[in-house]
Structures are given as structure tokens and as C-alpha cells.
């Protein structure tokens, strides 16, 4: 057979399917594109996989531990109004997925919450915001013991790696000036010492307000609560991954 006879018929074989002699020729070829096929394939799917993972993990649900006292708990108010239910809808509002806990108790001290933090770590929480120290000013505890109680929880919340809001409270008036300036001085000292972020009083724009008060003067009424998220709520999302659409290029 003559070379220009080889060329016809592995021509023929090429149209018409490989047979003996040239199926060889022809075969492997396909084979390796099938087999490149797959391997792209295999990526693609890698691709899309680690894409939905990274997704997700973007979107994980944030879970915030709210520590405190009656403010925090809902004192005398149903439980749809308490301040880590309105706090987790206002950021359900803004794009956030969050899990706010109620780690309120009423009448609690600084003492009585670092006695329970580590119960409530259980909860594994990513941010914690602490709302203590009222009642110790009720109270006229030794505003040294608050702050060294505080310091307990900062040091052990930090400790685990939660982001930390820590909520200052003030004294009455009534205990004196020298007690005003330590017990609403510990609150900047210890946001300073442990380098965390401070929201200076939880009652702002709330508090000496007949309307936003229930009628012992000193818990918030369902709108006291409304008005305290409100003002709270930008000193709290900086301590959270950015909400979906806060990441969406701007035309």
C-alpha cells in the first residue's frame, strides 16, 4: 500500500469510525479528552463547593451574648420587648444574622454576673455586650469591688476571643460627688485597660424621661427600650461581620 493509500484510509477510518489497523491511532486521543473532561469537571465542582462553603461561612449566624441586669432582662415588660429581642430585630433589619441571648437578671451586681458567666459562655458567643453595674450603685456597693468584678468579666470574655461591648451606667445623684466620680469613672478606665469598645450609659436619652420610663423611674417602657436600640445600635454593628448588603459594589 502506498503512503498516499495510508493517508485515504486512516482519512476513511477518521470519518467512519476506527476499525483494525488505524482504530488505535484514533482511540487514545478521545480517551484523553474524556479524561480531561472529568478533571475539568472535578474542579468545577471543587470551585463551587469551597464557593458555597466561603458563602456560608460569611453568613454564619453571629450569636451576641447580652450580660446584665433588669435593663437588659426585660423588667416588668413582656418578653417581645425586652432589649436583646428588639436589639436582634433592629440588626435582622439591617442585613445582620444574628442570635441575641437574654443573659439578663434582674437585680443582679457585678458579683452575681461574674458568679454566672461562665454558664452562660456555654452558649459559645462571638460578641458579648455587658450591662452591669446598676444595681451596685443602688445599692452604694464599693465602686473599687464593681470594677474589679468587671475587670474579672473583660479579662475572661477576652479571653475566649469575644468582641466586647461594655456598657457604662452611672451613679444616682443622691450618693454624693466623690461616689459619682469613682463609680462612673470605672467604666472608661476599664474600656482603656482591656481595649475594648464603650457605650458610656445604656439609659442615654432614656433616663430622667417621664414618657420612656415605667413608673418606678427607672426601667425603660416598651418605647425606652425602642430608643435605647436605637441609639445603641451603631456602637454595636462595628463588633459584627459586615451585613450582605453593606458588601455589594456601590454603581
Same mark, same amino acid.
Given at each position: 500500500? =502506498?503512503?498516499?493509500?495510508?493517508?485515504? %484510509?486512516?482519512?476513511?477510518?477518521?470519518?467512519?469510525?476506527?476499525?483494525?489497523?488505524?482504530?488505535?491511532?484514533?482511540?487514545? !486521543?478521545?480517551?484523553?479528552?474524556?479524561?480531561?473532561?472529568?478533571?475539568?469537571?472535578?474542579?468545577?465542582?471543587?470551585?463551587?463547593?469551597?464557593?458555597?462553603?466561603?458563602?456560608?461561612?460569611?453568613?454564619?449566624?453571629?450569636?451576641?451574648?447580652?450580660? @446584665?441586669?433588669?435593663?437588659?432582662?426585660?423588667? #416588668?415588660?413582656? $418578653?417581645?420587648?425586652?432589649?436583646?429581642?428588639?436589639?436582634?430585630?433592629?440588626?435582622?433589619?439591617?442585613?445582620?444574622? !444574628?442570635? *441575641?441571648? #437574654?443573659?439578663?437578671? =434582674?437585680? +443582679?451586681? %457585678?458579683?452575681?454576673?461574674?458568679?454566672?458567666? +461562665?454558664?452562660?459562655?456555654?452558649?459559645?458567643?462571638? *460578641?458579648?455586650? *455587658?450591662?452591669?453595674?446598676?444595681?451596685?450603685?443602688?445599692?452604694?456597693? +464599693?465602686?473599687?469591688?464593681?470594677?474589679?468584678?468587671?475587670?474579672?468579666?473583660?479579662?475572661?470574655? /477576652?479571653?475566649? #476571643?469575644?468582641? &466586647?461591648?461594655?456598657?457604662?451606667? /452611672?451613679?444616682?445623684? #443622691?450618693? @454624693?460627688?466623690?461616689?459619682?466620680?469613682?463609680? +462612673?469613672?470605672?467604666?472608661?478606665?476599664?474600656?482603656?485597660?482591656?481595649? *475594648?469598645?464603650?457605650?458610656?450609659?445604656?439609659?442615654?436619652? !432614656? $433616663?430622667?424621661?417621664?414618657?420612656?420610663?415605667?413608673?418606678?423611674?427607672?426601667?425603660?417602657?416598651?418605647?425606652? !427600650?425602642?430608643? &435605647?436600640?436605637?441609639? &445603641?445600635?451603631?456602637?454595636?454593628?462595628?463588633?459584627?461581620?459586615?451585613?450582605?448588603?453593606?458588601?455589594?459594589?456601590?454603581?
Amino acid at each position: 500500500m =502506498s503512503l498516499s493509500q495510508d493517508y485515504q %484510509t486512516a482519512a476513511l477510518h477518521h470519518q467512519h469510525g476506527p476499525c483494525s489497523g488505524y482504530g488505535s491511532a484514533f482511540s487514545p !486521543v478521545k480517551a484523553g479528552t474524556r479524561r480531561k473532561g472529568a478533571f475539568f469537571a472535578v474542579l468545577l465542582s471543587a470551585g463551587l463547593l469551597m464557593t458555597s462553603l466561603f458563602t456560608t461561612a460569611a453568613h454564619a449566624e453571629t450569636t451576641i451574648l447580652a450580660l @446584665g441586669d433588669s435593663l437588659t432582662a426585660g423588667y #416588668n415588660l413582656p $418578653a417581645a420587648n425586652a432589649f436583646p429581642v428588639r436589639l436582634q430585630q433592629a440588626l435582622h433589619d439591617k442585613g445582620h444574622a !444574628v442570635k *441575641v441571648i #437574654n443573659g439578663g437578671v =434582674s437585680g +443582679d451586681t %457585678t458579683t452575681g454576673g461574674l458568679a454566672r458567666l +461562665d454558664w452562660m459562655l456555654a452558649e459559645h458567643p462571638q *460578641v458579648a455586650l *455587658v450591662e452591669l453595674g446598676a444595681n451596685d450603685a443602688l445599692r452604694g456597693l +464599693d465602686p473599687a469591688r464593681a470594677e474589679a468584678n468587671l475587670d474579672q468579666i473583660l479579662t475572661r470574655l /477576652k479571653k475566649d #476571643n469575644i468582641r &466586647i461591648l461594655l456598657i457604662g451606667m /452611672k451613679a444616682p445623684p #443622691n450618693l @454624693g460627688r466623690d461616689y459619682q466620680t469613682a463609680f +462612673d469613672g470605672l467604666y472608661p478606665r476599664l474600656a482603656a485597660k482591656h481595649q *475594648v469598645a464603650l457605650y458610656p450609659f445604656f439609659l442615654d436619652g !432614656v $433616663a430622667a424621661q417621664a414618657t420612656l420610663l415605667q413608673t418606678d423611674g427607672l426601667h425603660p417602657t416598651a418605647q425606652g !427600650v425602642d430608643e &435605647i436600640v436605637k441609639r &445603641i445600635l451603631p456602637a454595636v454593628e462595628p463588633l459584627l461581620p459586615a451585613a450582605p448588603s453593606s458588601t455589594q459594589a456601590k454603581p
